[in-house]
């Protein structure tokens, strides 16, 4: 069976809350329209409200970890590992990522929703345009 796992929690700017219910969405989506045997599995942090979703083909699960705190061990790396061999998709660049072998079979895709961080950065304040960069 394969699963697509979105990644529920979006980077933490002014558009967060419309990034996480699109996340939700497409998690509603993907689960109407997949073929059989396959689903999708949104990711949400442990202080986030876990959405409850009608079809059985889409699960919700809560990461052991705030949301406040995940930017800062996603964007080192570490906790990528239990991605390993999965499809996921992140609808912002907040994702944990790491290098990978060539014959790794991970499949991950990024969105990245808009360019401001480095076109704009005073409308998104200095520290969060920095952070924004380092993830993309």
Do not use: K
Not at 46 to 60: C, G, K, L, Q
Not at 71 to 91: C, Q, Y
């Amino acid at each position: 069976m394969a699963t697509l796992t979105l990644i529920g929690e979006p980077f933490p700017d002014a558009e967060a809350a419309v990034h996480a219910e699109a996340a939700r969405e497409l998690t509603r989506a993907v689960a109407e329209n997949a073929p059989r045997g396959c689903s999708a599995r949104l990711l949400v942090a442990a202080d986030r409200t876990a959405p409850v979703f009608e079809n059985a083909r889409a699960s919700t699960e809560r990461l052991p970890l705030n949301s406040a705190i995940l930017p800062v061990l996603w964007r080192a790396g570490v906790t990528a590992r239990p991605l390993d061999g999965e499809m996921v998709h992140a609808p912002t660049p907040m994702i944990a990522l790491r290098t990978r072998g060539d014959h790794d079979v991970s499949q991950t895709t990024v969105m990245v929703p808009h360019a401001l961080a480095w076109l704009a950065p005073e409308a998104m304040g200095s520290a969060n345009a920095r952070q924004y960069r380092a993830f993309v």
